[in-house]
């Protein structure tokens, strides 16, 4: 009977696996020992990254040490440890390196030439993280890019940018290149605003006026105070230049943007003009004209015969008429516009909306729905708000919101909410005010509030103190 041998295929398998492909170091190389030593190397890699994660994120975490110097120290120790434990396990796989180092040398004219970017690349991340001039945490700009280093490598160095995204940059490009760290003593920096007027304005009246546009913006630094200068002339205006000093330069778009919406309001309240640029007319010989066209009257006419803006209907609210063109802006940078139609259902019973609603057009109907009855407890109209209370406590609509007729809606979340009752504490009196006139709102919401266990018998027999405490502790800076 015949039997087969199934150890012959398996001792031959084993003995290629095992047969000496080369010689290095007096060692024979086989395919099992390559596979062997990558395996080994890729586990020791990753457990020396896990050990300087470990380092970085907790140990030297709770020692107190800054987020440069732990990068700093986790990376030099890793490495250092990794090229030990790396030295020892070729020592163990039988590999003499002393010998090695011999044969190394040989090829290290041919290999450096092949590898000399790498070879760069680490050495710039070695005088990087030595140097310290530039760290983990800091503020960079180089070309037009702009971003917090997020990592520093051997290799490459992470780079958080303001659009999000995360850019690598070689080492080498950061050594080799000019480099602004905002951070390297502090975060100020210089904002540098061009401003033009035209000649038949007052110098010194610009002057004053940037000046003032500069103090009214609350991130603009006192020391160094902000500076005017007449930077030229041209053709048809006279340039000027608003120079600030900013706490965190990180910040300089949003500031930037801020000045300009005050300087422009400020030079309109001044009367002071801005040069118009000519407008080049194809059909008038190539010259530049400036008088207003037949095409430029129509649409004029047109606009004027648009619906009112989201300006003209907050100034119809009692509580923002004495409002000027930049508190509308922050106030209108702080909410969204939303229309609903006849019977829409804003917010069900039960439901959370952290928004303070203001009411521009229409109105919104309360209604308190059971099991046994739905029943409207009140109609907001046009000038009123509602959802201060959801908000403040975040506690769920009491009523189910839905519009009555059609309906335009401001709304503002939390945070726009707190800066509306901090810069303007008369808002903040008028809610408690407004809120303790809803006497059958008021009792729906004792129900909900006794019932979540968040107020008691006592607070709402002075419903406008425990408002108004309720106000102060929320928002208190």
Known sequence: MLTLDLSKPQIWLLDSLNSTLFKVGGENISVLWIVKAITIFLVVG???????????????????????????????????????????????????????????????????????DLTKNLTSGFLILIERKL???????????????????????????????????????????????????????????PVQVTYDNDPLLVTEVLLNSAFMETLVLRTPPPKVILSGFRDNALNFELLVWVERIDQALTIKSSLNFIIEYNLRQRNI??????????????????????????VLEKSLSNPPT???????????????????????????????????????QGEYAAVFCIILSGAIEAIYENQKISRKLITFKTGEYFGELPLL??????????????????LIDKEGFQYLLQNYPKLAEDVAQEFAKRQDVLEEY????????????????????????????????
Request: glycine residues 8%; contains cysteine.
């Open 393 to 410: 406590l975040d506690i769920p609509y009491p009523t189910t919101m839905l519009a009555a007729i059609e309906t335009t809606l401001f």
């Open 135 to 193: 760290k983990v945490g800091d503020l960079i700009q180089f070309n037009s890019t702009m971003g917090y280093i997020n990592e520093i490598s051997i290799r490459s160095t992470v780079i958080h940018t303001f659009r999000g995204s995360e850019l690598i940059v070689p080492n080498t490009y950061l050594t080799n290149n000019l480099i602004e760290n905002w951070n390297y003593q502090n975060c100020q920096g210089r904002i540098d605003l």
């Open 273 to 298: 003009k801005m040069p118009v640029l000519p407008r080049y007319d194809s059909s008038a010989n190539g010259s530049f004209v400036s008088e207003t066209t037949d095409v430029q009257q129509e």
């Open 46 to 116: 990753l457990l020396i990254k896990i050990f300087k994660g470990l380092l970085k994120n907790r140990i030297l975490l709770k020692l107190g040490i800054s987020e440069g110097n732990r990068e700093l120290i986790a990376t030099l120790t890793s490495f250092s440890i990794g090229a030990l434990i790396y030295t020892i396990i070729l020592q163990s796989m039988g590999l003499n390196l002393a010998s090695l180092a011999v044969v190394a040398g040989g090829l290290g004219v041919g290999i450096g030439f092949g590898i000399q």
């Open 446 to 477: 004792k129900k909900m509030l006794q019932e979540m266990g968040l107020i008691d018998e006592q607070n709402l027999k002075s419903p406008i103190d425990w408002i108004r405490d309720s106000l102060s502790k929320i928002f208190s800076p």
């Open 310 to 348: 989201l300006k003209d209907l907050l100034l119809q609210v009692s509580y923002f008429q004495d409002f000027n063109d930049l508190q509308l802006r922050h106030l209108i940078e702080r909410g969204i516009l939303r229309h609903f139609n006849s019977g829409e259902v804003l917010f069900r």
